[in-house]
């Protein structure tokens, strides 16, 4: 079994910068394709970012890009999502998750996901 663990998530102000951490641990995955997505009350979940095992490519919803920054280290088994200039509408719960496709906005095909962690952003 894998299991992920997302961390880092917290109540900041506009303009504020968070950093999400997620660690993977348990089975081992080849090459795994790691993502971020998160979910507003009311809402669908959504794809943030996702990145490939090398870490040599990465994809992210438009409303992200330019603010926040998925990075991995592979030694650590952990996978990072860095977000500056954080608004309002980032509010959500994100997850973490892991899969074999690259690149994959949808949440249908990742396999192993963390229980998310709270980031709220106030106005």
């Known amino acids: 079994q894998v299991q992920l663990v997302e961390s880092g998530g917290g109540l900041v102000q506009a303009g504020d910068s968070l950093r999400l951490s997620c660690l993977v641990s348990?089975?081992?995955?080849?090459?795994?394709?790691m993502g971020w997505f998160r979910q507003a009350p009311g809402k669908e979940r959504e794809f943030v970012a996702t990145?490939?095992?090398?870490?040599?490519?990465?994809r992210y919803t438009d409303s992200v890009r330019g603010r926040f920054t998925i990075s991995r280290d592979n030694a650590k088994n952990t996978v990072y999502l860095q977000m500056n200039s954080l608004k309002p509408e980032d509010t959500a719960v994100y997850y973490c998750?892991?899969?074999?496709?690259?690149?994959?906005?949808?949440?249908?095909?990742?396999?192993?996901w963390g229980q998310g962690t709270q980031v709220t952003v106030s106005s």
């Open positions: 348990g089975r081992t995955i080849t090459s795994p394709t």
């Open positions: 998750a892991a899969g074999l496709i690259y690149p994959s906005t949808s949440a249908a095909e990742y396999l192993y």
């Open positions: 990145i490939t095992w090398t870490g040599g490519s990465a």
